[in-house]
């Protein structure tokens, strides 16, 4: 029955609904008035949409209603909105024992602070004046209304007077016109004692259990009215529930809080904080159930989450839940139209529950597993996941099932773990826990369910389960939905035979043919030894004579050069014989080949010419000769194959390639294998710098399981692009070493070392050579090797820099190569472009500190740079010549009165074109003079440094006279533009001015390098 058709029931029994039955009249005995008297609250409740009349009068009698005794007028009560006939109402409520400060808290929060300042008559005055569009502001109004004495009392629907104490009184509400003075009907009638009176209590508390997610950490809470309160629901405002938190009453009291608790106990209790009240507001229930509740009654008609109490909504902002396994005893009081709990009903004691499952599991993974015990093997299958902590997950479940869907097909129908497919039950107690922090459980026989065959496929899904102190019946708390399926099977871990192979190449080596010739009118005693280069990859030849037996040298032949030729003459008048060998960039050299029969005068033309000789595929390890990238004859890409027999046991296979000892090993290629038999693979892709390349392979059976992984066999490969050409860079006095030359280059990743080369030699030089130069000269260079650099750059530039003692006032040319690999099977590169050098004596040396790594002045100026078409560089103009001609000597004794600056400089070159990296790149040494010496046949000088260019400009119309231009070998890149920055230093070191050139455009149609 709801709570109007229980006012209506009640209504329509009794006497004092005559005039209407949806209005009902009560009355309260409150506090002691004065000597003899008390107040009294008669209040009117209106039901069902009966609307206020403007005004009532109160009449009393002493007595019951059939009392003789005649009705005498108390007061007359209407809507007032008067601040101070409002304070005096409120005045007459403090007094009858009305809480107003819960009242005022209540209005602040209705009004939003609208009279942030003002009395509680203003704010009540406001509350009945206020208006809101969409009715709030009225529904809070009435809703107030029908539960507080003094707002009822402003709206002129209850009063408070005083009677008599010591007699009943009877009270008569009759309408009243306060235009007309006239009265109307007879509202209602009720009859007081000589004391308050409280209500009865309400019957069958209990909890209203929620297991679900919307019942986590949530009480909820059901009761009953019995016949003697139902009665007397015209006095009820709403019911007040309490609670006790049971250890904390244990702790002040020793005992558990008592489920049967007096009036007066409850209200002490909650005076001194032992219990809270936990609803700011009366409950006023839709339903209002008989007792005892129905079995079928199932909603509750309070929930409280700790939020809810009279300090506010405290798990809100900043507030805090319940914890979960806390225990509260609950009672419940109906309160009467003055807001006084009545008599408690019977406690109930509850637990705070977590009603939240776990997540399902995360990181389930099985392991095949082979252990060996007595000399047999058995498989099976491990288990593993991520271990949690023991306050979030009691024990976890795990299924197996050889159906995908079987396990969550299971769940769907009966979420209880105890489904056929379980496997096990796990406790988070430790005892499963590995030392890296896993849960692990083995599923091997015997097991609940059996342990996969080695050709089934089985699903494992895993559930936890927290430890809730709010099990249900079987004793189970929350349960997490099950993880994803995971498959397995058991499968043999040994892996297959090993298949054997062979690695076939083309094999090519060189044999070189001889043939001589004796010419009218050549130097007597001097034989001349000519040898034609092979290919570009050729780096040198060797010629050596017989009887005597002796070796004759190795000579370089020049870059793009296709023949050299060599004078020799033989230390004994004798008709010898000669041989000769060629050495290969990739480190291999061909045998010798000697002539075999003499000349009749040691004098004449010796042409030795080399051929291939391909003699067709065979295994790597018997070829005599080294293996090139390119097949010498058809010029097509050769390929190094590798064969091998893919037996029955083999269901697929890996062929790896490694380059250099210390090389990681890379897939050439892999397959399935469809029938057995033999396989070839064949490799074309080869490093542009050669090495020594080994070929293995592997295969692997139906189930995965490697084999060995079979060498089958290395070989030479010779490069296909030669190694990196280094550009110099710079170099200079060392700083820290007197007699010590600073030298720096450039060079592109691929070089393992480098070769330098001073001329003339070093008397420390590790081994000479010779270079043939323009006009039939010699030259002879001495070689210094480097040490090993590292595998890659790093976070540096491509620039190398070493240091060599030089002897003092000898001007050096100075060359450095790439080379990789040692002994017989090292690779050397081309040489770069020679840079003349030379160490002066200083008196007093200054260490130099190298530009900018100190302050340096600002650009003061410019100069002209220009791109060179002749010989691909761009040039910078440092000086210019009075001279018509850049051919004839110089008839002066000094460059230096022609130069724009005073030396010494630095070049550097930066390229400037948009999104282009703006990196300096220090492109000369350090020019301190310009190197010259005396002109030939007549007097002046003739420069013959090779950094300095004499030209005129082509970009000048009508300059006649030369300028000397500062060449820029660095490699530049087509289409881009470039400026130089000269850095000129003092006679200390230091940087006294910087200059900067203009832009030059590099052609579009140049190719990338110098």
Known sequence: MSAKALLLSLLAATAASAASPKIGCVAEVANPADAGRHWVLVFLKFIDGARPDEAYRVYAKTGQQASPAPYGLLTTIQKTTDPVTLGHLLQQAQAAGIDLVALEARLTEMTAGALPGGTLAEK??????????????????????????????????????????????????????????????????????????????????????????????????????????????????????????????????????????????????????????????????????????????????????????????????????????????????????????????????????????????????AINVRTFESGSAEDFIRLEWPAAPASDVRRWYLYCSSNYDQVLQDYLVDPTPLTPSRLVTVPNDGSHETADGMIRFDHRAPATVPVPGPSETVYYRLRAEDDTPCKDGAGLGNISGPTGPVPASIHDLIGPNGMGGRLDMDCCDIVIGYESANGVGAEPFTARLQAARPSDQWQWVEFRSQSPNRFVGRYYFAPGKSSLTVAFQPAEFAAPTFGARFGHAGGRISEWSDATAADPLPFGRHTFTPRWDCTGTMDAGDCPGFYPPLHPETGELNELCVTFNAHADIASWIVFRQLGPNGRKTKVASGNVVT????????????????????????????????????????????????????????????????????????????????????????????????????????????????????????????FADTMKLIEGVAYRFMVRSAAGIGDERDTGTWSKPVILQWLEHTNPVAEVPWPLRDTPGLSG?????????????????????????????????????????????????????????????????????????????????????????????????????????????????????????????????????????????????????
């Not at 309490?242 to 409850?266: C, E, K, M």
């Not at 509740?293 to 405290?314: R, V």
């Not at 990743?749 to 006009?775: I, K, M």
């Open 862 to 1010: 410019a100069v002209r740079a220009e791109w060179d078409s002749d010989e691909s560089i761009i040039r910078v103009a440092i000086g210019q010549l009075p001279f018509t001609s850049a051919d004839v000597p110089l008839p002066v004794d000094s460059i230096d009165p022609y130069l724009y600056h005073s030396l010494s400089v630095v070049a550097y070159l930066h390229q400037t074109s948009p999104g282009g990296r703006g990196t300096m790149l220090q492109t000369t040494h350090r020019l301190d003079r310009i190197l010259t010496a005396p002109a030939q046949g007549g007097s002046g000088l003739q420069i013959i440094d090779e950094s300095i260019k004499v030209a005129s400009s082509p970009a000048t119309v009508g300059d006649i006279f030369p300028r000397l231009w500062l060449r820029i070998d660095q490699p530049v890149l087509t289409g881009r533009r470039y400026a130089v920055t000269l850095v000129f230093h003092d006679a200390g070191g230091e940087v006294r001015e910087v200059l900067r050139s203009n832009d030059v455009q590099v052609p579009l149609l140049l190719e990338t390098g110098n």
């Open 676 to 799: 057995p038999g033999p396989i070839t693979v064949c490799d074309g892709t080869f490093p542009p710098h050669g090495g020594e390349l080994c070929y293995y392979i592997q295969g692997f059976d139906a189930g995965g399981n490697p084999g060995p992984m079979e060498p089958v066999g290395c070989v030479k490969v010779a490069p296909r692009d030669g190694l990196p050409v280094p550009t110099i860079t710079g170099t200079a006095p060392d700083a820290t070493e007197t007699g010590t030359q600073h030298l720096e280059w450039f060079c592109p990743p691929g070089a393992e070392r480098f070769d330098l080369a001073f001329s003339p030699p070093p008397s420390n030089a590790e081994s000479t050579f010779f270079v043939f130069e323009a006009g039939g000269a010699i030259r002879e260079f001495g070689i210094f090797e480097t040490a090993r650099v590292p595998t890659d750059f790093g976070a540096n530039a491509p620039a």
């Open 124 to 365: 009540v005055s406001l509350l009945i004046q206020g208006k809101s569009e969409t009715g709030v502001i009225e529904f809070q109004r009435e809703t107030l209304a029908s539960t507080h004495p003094a707002i009822a009392s402003a709206l002129g629907r209850a009063a408070l007077v005083r009677v008599a104490s010591n007699t009943p009184t009877t009270f008569e509400v009759r309408a009243y016109n306060p235009k007309t003075l006239t009265e109307g009907a007879v509202i209602g009638r009720a009859t007081v004692g000589t004391g308050p009176t409280y209500l009865d209590a309400p019957s069958g508390l209990s909890q209203k259990v929620d297991a679900s997610p919307a019942g986590d950490l949530r009480v909820q809470l059901q009761w009953c009215y019995p016949q003697p309160l139902r009665e007397k629901f015209l006095h009820w405002s709403g019911t007040k529930v309490f609670r006790a938190n049971r250890q904390v009453w244990i702790d002040a009291f020793g005992v558990v809080p008592p489920a049967v608790i007096s009036r007066a106990a409850l209200l002490a209790a909650v005076a001194s904080g032992h219990i809270v009240r936990v609803n700011a507001l009366p409950v006023l229930p839709e339903e209002i159930p008989n007792c005892p509740l129905a079995p079928a009654f199932d909603t509750p008609m309070f929930t409280d989450d700790n939020d809810s109490a009279d300090t506010g909504f405290s798990v809100e902002e900043g507030g805090q839940p319940f914890v979960a396994g806390d225990r509260y005893m609950y009672w419940v009081a109906e309160c009467d139209v003055l807001g006084r709990a009545g008599n408690p009903s019977q406690g109930v004691m509850v637990t705070i529950c977590d009603r939240i499952a776990p997540r399902p599991p995360v990181g389930l993974k």
